[in-house]
């Protein structure tokens, strides 16, 4: 079946860019999460989208982040102006209805900052 | 003091060991646990939810005690195949502030 979907799987840009990133969801699954994973690092979460719900952006590390989800499906993650220690891997997950419930991770798309 | 702290390893058995690594967190109020595991240059994987009885999946056990606040994970009979990241994630529910922590990991090599 159809599994969290992220594209693009690699992205090699210039700092200074602004880069999107898009992530689709398991159908029907109403919570969205992004994570950051910097090599040999642990996850580190970025925001979480429930339902209709005001999204938890609570780890987004600058002003320059910013994620929407239209719709309660596919979810994009905007960096702006981006610097070199935004390369890293990004990491999207769904799940079926909040925290409680177990997540499901997309492949990633590994961003490299030249 | 960190929300969840998991001791990095790396844990190296043999094949066929026993082992066991535990998760603390900080949070009195966490609802759900969860271990994932995550091999090199991949993406996590659900391994197993914690149950508040304990719960055990083939190998592999969990356990919560909320008496002092950690869960654990036990593998019996190890395989090469175990070889990888395990990570606790510990829930608080949805109240506008951090939903969900991540455990940095422990990393387990088993040799053959």
């Known amino acids: 079946g159809a599994g969290v979907s992220q594209s693009p799987s690699n992205k090699v840009t210039e700092k200074g860019k602004d880069v999107e990133l898009r992530c689709d969801p398991i159908?029907?699954?109403?919570?969205l999460y992004w994570y950051r994973q910097s090599l040999g690092q642990g996850l580190e979460f970025l925001i979480y989208?429930?339902?209709?719900?005001?999204?938890?952006k609570s780890g987004l590390p600058s002003d320059r982040f910013s994620a929407e989800r239209t719709g309660g499906s596919v979810s994009t993650l905007t960096i702006q102006r981006t610097q070199q220690e935004d390369s890293a891997v990004y990491l999207c997950?769904?799940?079926?209805?909040?925290?409680?419930?177990?997540?499901?991770f997309g492949d990633g798309t590994r961003l490299s900052i030249l | 003091r960190k929300e969840v702290e998991q001791d990095p390893g790396p844990f190296n058995v043999p094949e066929g060991a026993t082992v066991a690594f535990n998760c603390t967190y900080s949070n009195s109020a966490s609802q759900s646990f969860f271990w994932y595991r995550q091999d090199c240059r991949k993406e996590p994987k659900l391994l197993m939810s914690?149950?508040?009885s304990g719960n055990e999946d083939g190998r592999f056990t969990a356990q919560l005690n909320r008496a002092s606040q950690y869960i654990s994970l036990l593998i019996r009979d190890s395989k090469l195949s175990d070889s990888a990241t395990y990570l606790c994630?510990?829930?608080?529910?949805?109240?506008?502030?951090?939903?969900?922590?991540f455990g940095s990991g422990t990393r387990l090599q088993v040799q053959p």
């Open positions: 914690v149950y508040s």
């Open positions: 159908s029907g699954h109403t919570a």
């Open positions: 989208f429930q339902g209709n719900s005001a999204p938890d």
């Open positions: 997950a769904s799940s079926l209805a909040g925290v409680t419930e177990p997540q499901h």
């Open positions: 994630v510990v829930t608080h529910g949805y109240t506008g502030r951090r939903a969900l922590t």
